[in-house]
Structures are given as structure tokens and as C-alpha cells.
């Protein structure tokens, strides 16, 4: 087994299972380098890609809701879901604090932090900012020898700043620019292969449409969103190695808002997911043809399987108490993971707290009894279109 097999299996036993529909790169160089998939050969039917961690959702609201968001009501963590969405903020300011201990009750201390920030410049234009970090935890350093080397940390992060403008009372387009960091390998070398850690700059690029309706006798909102995140560099772990692409990701949805009376509401959500990358591993094509060509590159049965979906509920009592659920659904040839979400939300004042779980047992998903928390604020003045 590769040097750097040895030094970071543990770390990419946690990130290849994270999101099964991915392959995490492998930190190993030259013209040998690869990637692994979710059972760690080089010859899956999932899709591969670097750094999965950028599409693991961080808020509980969606998290809850089978991890559809891309038309819900915006907030501050649309950075992540719709940039575009952040035009219709409300109060000029909001801020949101995300944490997971995620794969828990696999590896004990893997998380994931995300801290999403909105401000409203005026009626028409809002920015917005994020931060998101994917702990791995202390990993055991060996040498081809299996002598011990020490410890060292390794984890990957993001920063996001977003721009979104309206254009009238119903639609607006959000941009996002990122830059990407994933430290893997603390630097160790072997056999004329030097491990570094992974950069690289990405964008999305969104829309969000609104309008109010009326639904059986009473006043509802329908929404629509998509967004094309990660457009990026490629990403390399090691000198004069393989580069990989970024998990590029297409996310369309709606989001239908029914007021049943002046305290009751429901909200119903679907999501259908995509990655625009190549179907098969190929590090010679460019970024742009591997995102248009991710379309074409396989049969259209083995396209559809690419599809993911999201549907999911939401439940407000007097604006103050939320229940949800929801499910996942990604085709067993292309992943497998499918569970079943709930979750809960309370608000008080300026103040809420959201809560989600992963319903599902440990032989049908290794994300099983995943737990997300978010606490949130709005606090500023309130603008009209």
C-alpha cells in the first residue's frame, strides 16, 4: 500500500463515507496517483471528486428537511444553498452558527463548523459571508516502516463571500466567490513524493424567484431557486501529481409556503441534485468540458442515476415552534444513501435554535443518528422593496 495510504486511511475512511456518492482524493503523487472510491478501489460505478466536504449541508433547518434548501426562505446560511437568495434577507442583519459531530458514532472526534453572515446593503443589494471548517481530528503519522512519526491535525476549510441583488419585488441572482484549503497530510514525504496541502478558488453562480399565491382559500409563497456551486482549480494533494476536480454541483428546487390560518403554515420542499463533473475519473479534461460534458458522458439511464433528491416538510406554529422531516434518496449505483430527517426549531424574539437527526440504522447508512445544531440571529431595520 502507498505511503500515504498508510498515513491518512483513517481520514479517508471518514470522508469517502461521508458522502458515498463522492471519492475522496488520495494523497499520492505522480503518474501512479488516484483517487479511491467508497470502498476503497479504483474502480467504482460514484462519482469522484476532491474535498466532499463543501456539500455536506451545515444548517439543521435543511438538514431536517432531507437537505433541501435551495427555495427555501432565505436566511444566513443561503450562502451555502442560493447566494441569490440573500437579497430578500429580513432585517438587514442575520447570523447563523452551524455544528455537527459528524460520524460520531464511527470516528469520535470529526466535525463540522459553518458560520453563515448576512447584511443588507439596501433594498436591492445584500453580501454575504461564511466560514466553513471540516475537523478530521489528531490522525497517527507512520513511515513506509510503519514507525511511528508523531501526530497531526488535518482538516480542510472554506471561506465564501456572496453578492445578491434583486430585480423587482420577486427575483434576484447571487455570486459567490471561495477559496479552499485542504490539509491533509501535515507535509510527509516518501519515495520522491511530497505531500502538500490542497488549494484551490471556486464560484457559484445562483437565481431565486418568489411570488405570492393563493393556495385552497388562503395566502401561500412559491418559490424556485438553482445554483451552480464550485466552479473551480482543480485541486492537487502531492508535487507533480494528479489534480482533481471539485465536487461542481448543479441544485435545483422549490419551495411551496401555505398559510392555513393566521398561526398555522406549511412549507413543502424538493431538491434534485447533480454533480457536473465527468462520469468516469479523467484529470486531462478541462474544467469546462468536464462540467458541459457531464451531461453527455455516460448513457442517459446512467445520467438519471446521477440524480439525487430532497423532498421535505416543514411545520410553523405562531411563527414560534417548527416541525420537520424529510428524506434522501441517491440511486444505489451512484451512491446508495438514502434516510429518512427530522428535526425541530424554536424562536424567541430575535433568537431561534434548529435541531436535526438522521433517522436511519448503522447497516443502511453510515450517516446514521448524525446530529446538526444551529443558532441563529436577525437584528437591524427592516427594508421594502
Known amino acids: 500500500m502507498n505511503f500515504f495510504c498508510l498515513q491518512i486511511k483513517r481520514f479517508f475512511f471518514c470522508g469517502l463515507i461521508l458522502l458515498p456518492s463522492l471519492s475522496f482524493a ?50 444566513a446560511n443561503s450562502s451555502f444553498w442560493n447566494p441569490s437568495k440573500l437579497a430578500f434577507v429580513e432585517p438587514s442583519n442575520s447570523i447563523s452558527v452551524n455544528y455537527s459531530p459528524w460520524l460520531r458514532s464511527l470516528i469520535p472526534d470529526v466535525t463540522l463548523s459553518y458560520l453563515g453572515y448576512a447584511h443588507k446593503l439596501d433594498d436591492r443589494n445584500t453580501i454575504g ?46 455570486l459567490t466567490a471561495r477559496y479552499i484549503r485542504s490539509n491533509l497530510s501535515n507535509g510527509y514525504s516518501a519515495s520522491g513524493v511530497t505531500a502538500k496541502p490542497g488549494n484551490a478558488l471556486a464560484a457559484d453562480a445562483s437565481m431565486f424567484y418568489k411570488t405570492q399565491v393563493q393556495q385552497f382559500g388562503n395566502d401561500g409563497t412559491f418559490s424556485f431557486g438553482a445554483n451552480i456551486s464550485n466552479i473551480g482549480t482543480k485541486i492537487s494533494y502531492s508535487t507533480n501529481g494528479n489534480k482533481y476536480f471539485l465536487p461542481t ?35 486531462d479534461v478541462s474544467v469546462p468540458s468536464g462540467l458541459f460534458g457531464s451531461f453527455t458522458d455516460a448513457s442517459f439511464t446512467e445520467e438519471m442515476q446521477e440524480l439525487s433528491f430532497s423532498p421535505g416538510v416543514e411545520y410553523w406554529y405562531n411563527k414560534l415552534f417548527a416541525l420537520r422531516a424529510g428524506y434522501y434518496y441517491q440511486n444505489p449505483n451512484k451512491g446508495g444513501l438514502h434516510y429518512l430527517t427530522l428535526g425541530t426549531g ?6 431561534a435554535f434548529d435541531f436535526s437527526y438522521i433517522a436511519a440504522s448503522q447497516q443502511s447508512s453510515p450517516l446514521a443518528n448524525t446530529l446538526r445544531f444551529t443558532l441563529s440571529a436577525n437584528f437591524g431595520s427592516t427594508t421594502k422593496q
Not at 482538516?155 to 447571487?174: K, L, N, P, T, V
Open 26 to 75: 488520495q494523497l499520492i503523487g505522480g503518474n501512479n496517483g488516484g483517487a479511491v472510491n467508497s470502498n476503497g478501489t479504483n474502480q467504482a460505478t460514484a462519482i469522484q471528486t476532491a474535498v466532499p466536504f463543501l456539500l455536506i449541508t451545515p444548517d439543521s433547518r435543511s438538514g431536517a428537511m432531507g437537505e433541501a434548501g435551495v427555495a427555501l426562505s432565505p436566511d
Open 346 to 351: 424554536f424562536k424567541y424574539q430575535d433568537f
Open 249 to 283: 454541483n448543479l441544485k435545483i428546487g422549490i419551495a411551496d409556503m401555505i398559510n392555513l390560518d393566521e398561526v398555522n403554515s406549511f412549507t413543502f420542499a424538493f431538491d434534485i441534485n447533480k454533480l457536473l463533473v465527468p462520469t468516469k475519473p479523467n484529470s
Open 129 to 174: 459571508a461564511s466560514i466553513r471548517y471540516f475537523n478530521v481530528g489528531t490522525l497517527e503519522a507512520t513511515d513506509i516502516n510503519q514507525n511511528f512519526q508523531g501526530y497531526f491535525i488535518s482538516s480542510e476549510y472554506s471561506i465564501d463571500a456572496s453578492f445578491a441583488r434583486s430585480f423587482g419585488q420577486d427575483f434576484s441572482i447571487g
